[in-house]
């Protein structure tokens, strides 16, 4: 069975940092594009951060320059490093997973795994 599991969100205050994880179990996902979604209160499920197989990356323009996603491959995990973190950053933040493709992609339908989310909440 198939997992991706996220963890290191939380509480801080607006300007701070978080890294979040996503461990994956199952199956291994080193030649699969991967990508981090987030959803805040009242609003559809967003794109943050894709990477390809080949570590190729690709940013929504609300996180570019602020956010990094990497993955460690020996470990079947991604990152997604959070910096110079705002308010509306604040969300439910979800992992996911392309099946067959090594491309990243922002689209939501190209992803068939998904993560429970980890929620991280801005303070101002």
């Known amino acids: 069975q198939v997992q991706l599991v996220e963890s290191g969100g939380g509480l801080v205050q607006a300007g701070g940092s978080l890294r979040l994880s996503c461990a994956a179990s199952g199956r291994t996902f080193s030649r699969n594009g991967m990508g981090w979604f987030r959803q805040a209160p009242g609003k559809e499920r967003e794109f943050v951060a894709t990477?390809?197989?080949?570590?190729?990356?690709y940013y929504a323009d609300s996180v570019k320059g602020r956010f990094t996603i990497s993955r460690d491959n020996a470990k079947n995990t991604v990152y997604l490093q959070m910096n110079s973190l705002k308010p509306e950053d604040t969300a439910v933040y979800f992992c996911a997973a392309r099946s067959y493709s090594g491309f990243y992609s922002e689209l939501r339908h190209n992803y068939d795994y998904w993560g429970q989310g980890t929620q991280v909440t801005v303070s101002s």
């Open positions: 990477i390809s197989m080949s570590d190729s990356t």
